[in-house]
């Protein structure tokens, strides 16, 4: 089983936007239908002391293996990351990382 977080870093301006597309944009299309590839979904606020002006969440998703990640960026991933760069540019960024679960 793997995990798959992204961070996303983006100015406070636009923290409600950014929640409302990475809930029903960004995990709404990655997680639909039943064949999913990433599963049980959770859109995260990073706490702690941050930039000012400045907002941290995350998305953890679940996956079988981690091809199934790469096949699911293939298919939505790159393509949801590009609307995201298009709408907020370095307004908002975004630090992916692919975690092995061990236990």
Do not use: C, K
């Amino acid at each position: 089983m793997y995990l798959y977080n992204i961070t996303f870093a983006a100015d406070a301006a636009i923290e409600r936007e950014l929640t409302e597309w990475l809930a029903g944009v960004f995990i709404a299309e990655s997680t639909a239908g039943p064949d999913a590839l990433m599963q049980r979904p959770a859109l995260l606020r990073v706490t702690g002391r941050g930039e000012p002006g400045t907002v941290s969440l995350a998305v953890h998703m679940y996956a079988e293996s981690a091809g199934d990640i790469e096949l699911w960026y293939a298919d939505h991933g790159s393509r949801l990351f590009a609307d995201a760069m298009a709408r907020w540019g370095e307004r908002a960024v975004f630090f992916p990382t692919t975690l092995e679960v061990l236990a």
